[in-house]
């Protein structure tokens, strides 16, 4: 017990020696509050960050129309929200989860499995529009906030923030730690309901249909009710409640009745290229699940149903190597992989796979070719940095390793 009140007066003394030169107001409410990441500090943390995300998440899809759409819709709302200054951008990636997210810098994104499900633009720009109110009322940097001055005070006490320099030196790769790879920030319930709040604000102030959110999340609790492990990291960096869910209607009459361009034959025409694949998505999502259990020859058998639907498809076919791998058939996981960079050439996340696999195979040579490309296309990566040096001391490069570990 006596730890912890060290503890929390600790953390006290930190936020105390922060609050002099942290505080700001925060676009949304107006009040001030504590905060040690700027509005440049969100952007480069989203540069760090995203381009890692999105290649996990198989890049973003390869349909221009389809990023069009999204973009317009996203821009309608960006026009009414509190910090139209900042670099937004909207894209649809490859992933077959179910999820959408956004990075402190305006950076947002929705995954094909999350996509598909929708059923109308308004329910879309319901969904964007939640991710905007996470960027304006800046919820990610304020947990970057409590991240850096909870770990400054855990490690030396209040007195470690008199080291402001270090504090700031240190803050966007705190925030990269935090947001990188699947790691994104994991809201609290109370800035979900405010993201809600605002992003229906958004929403209306665009010209669609408030009863869009309605929709977006009464769907999000039936997909979650269907497909628990499908929907499982958006409940966990989005945490859903009934509660939630009720106060959205209840605030459907705030608005005026003037407000109802819900825009569901836009929308599927809009989204039928994406729609059409719909079946072989969800395919690759339960083989997705499969491997997540360690059931790698379910998850082979379900990835090859899949691209029988959508014969080259990038992310179906990085399942299927990853299935493989996991049964230990490397020579069949390599040909995966290297059908899934011939399919999608520019996007790196084939590349990591191949430059691994193609290592557990001897075949030195082509795993570094690979790695280097892969450590080219995201050159602050970490991960692609180590499969870069991995390749290079493996194949008996030892000075080039250790010159990549710098």
């Not at 912890?4 to 107001?25: E, K, Q």
């Not at 083989?287 to 379910?298: I, K, L, N, T």
Request: proline content about 4%.
């Amino acid at each position: 017990m006596k730890v912890m009140r060290g503890l929390v007066s600790a953390v006290g003394a930190a936020a105390l020696a922060a609050a002099g030169f942290g505080c700001a107001t925060n676009p949304v409410t107006g009040r001030s509050e504590l905060m040690l990441v700027s509005q440049s500090d969100e952007i480069a943390i989203d540069r760090q960050a995203s381009p890692a995300q999105f290649s996990a998440d198989y890049g973003e899809v390869q349909d221009a129309a389809l990023n069009a759409y999204v973009t317009e819709v996203g821009r309608k709302l960006v026009r009414h929200c509190h910090r139209p200054q900042m670099p937004y951008s909207f894209r649809v990636v490859n992933a077959v989860y179910a999820n959408a997210y956004a990075f402190p810098g305006g950076t947002i994104a929705i995954t094909r499995g999350l996509l598909v499900e929708l059923r109308s633009e308004a329910e879309l720009a319901a969904l964007l529009g939640h991710e905007l109110a996470h960027v304006n009322a800046r919820h990610t940097a304020r947990q970057i906030t409590r991240s850096t001055l909870f770990s400054a005070a855990l490690g030396a006490g209040g007195a470690a923030l008199q080291a402001r320099d270090s504090v700031y030196t240190d803050l966007v790769m705190t925030g990269g730690q935090i947001l990188g790879g699947a790691g994104l920030a994991r809201y609290s319930r109370e800035q979900e309901r405010e993201a809600d709040a605002v992003g229906m604000d958004y929403l209306v102030a665009a010209g669609y249909d408030p009863r869009g959110m309605v929709g977006l999340m009464e769907l999000l609790t039936q997909l979650g009710g269907r497909e628990p492990m499908w929907v499982e990291r958006l409940f966990a960096s989005h945490p859903m409640s009934a509660d939630r869910l009720k106060a959205a209607a209840a605030r459907v009459a705030v608005y005026p009745a003037s407000a109802r361009t819900a825009n569901e034959d836009r929308f599927l025409e809009r989204t039928a290229a994406v729609r059409a694949i719909a079946p072989a998505i969800r395919i690759f999502a339960r083989a997705e699940q499969a491997r997540a259990r360690g059931d790698h020859a379910e998850g082979v058998r379900l990835a090859r149903e899949g691209l029988a639907l959508a014969p080259n498809d990038y992310a179906g076919l990085l399942i299927l190597s990853a299935c493989q791998n996991g049964l230990r058939q490397p020579v069949a996981a390599l040909a995966a992989a290297r059908q899934a960079a011939a399919a999608y050439p520019r996007e790196p996340n084939a590349q990591g796979v191949i430059a691994l696999t193609a290592l557990a195979l001897g075949r030195h040579e082509e795993a570094l070719a690979a790695a280097n490309a892969c450590e080219r296309a995201l050159p602050s990566d970490p991960q692609a940095r180590f499969i870069r040096g991995y390749c290079l001391e493996q194949s008996g490069n030892t000075a080039g390793a250790e010159k990549n570990k710098r």
